[in-house]
């Protein structure tokens, strides 16, 4: 499966922005999903994973409330939604696909990979 995320962009803190992320194939709808990011001079970091059909979810722990998952699988398609944006979010933000059963939160967990976005807030 090939990922495609969207354009990130520059905002304000306090502000919202909605990233998504577009896969190839017909086997969408096996895989979860799961979105990370990685801020300069740090690992990357599990944000949100989705399970196959979209009825599960888990979030890290810092980020609850604040950001949520979703996903379309008649069109392929994967978000997610940011609120209330602080500057330590600023990272290049990777969407992901696992074909394994478990919505894990380890990078390894997934196969394929995103190019990236960038995501920055400004204070």
């Known amino acids: 499966v090939q990922l495609v995320e969207s354009e990130g962009g520059l905002v304000q803190a306090g502000g919202s922005l909605r990233l998504s992320c577009a896969a190839s194939?017909?086997?969408?709808?096996?895989?979860?999903m799961g979105w990370f990011r990685q801020a300069p001079g740090k690992e990357r970091e599990f944000v949100a994973s989705i399970s196959r059909g979209g009825s599960r979810t888990f979030y890290a722990d810092s980020l609850k409330g604040r950001f949520t998952i979703s996903r379309d699988n008649a069109k392929n398609m994967v978000y997610l939604q940011m609120n209330s944006l602080k500057p330590e979010d600023t990272a290049v933000y990777y969407c992901?696909?696992?074909?394994?059963?478990?919505?894990?939160?380890?990078?390894?967990?997934?196969?394929?990979w995103g190019q990236g976005t960038q995501v920055t807030v400004s204070s």
């Open positions: 194939g017909r086997t969408f709808s096996t895989y979860v």
């Open positions: 992901a696909a696992s074909s394994l059963p478990a919505m894990g939160q380890r990078p390894h967990n997934y196969a394929y």
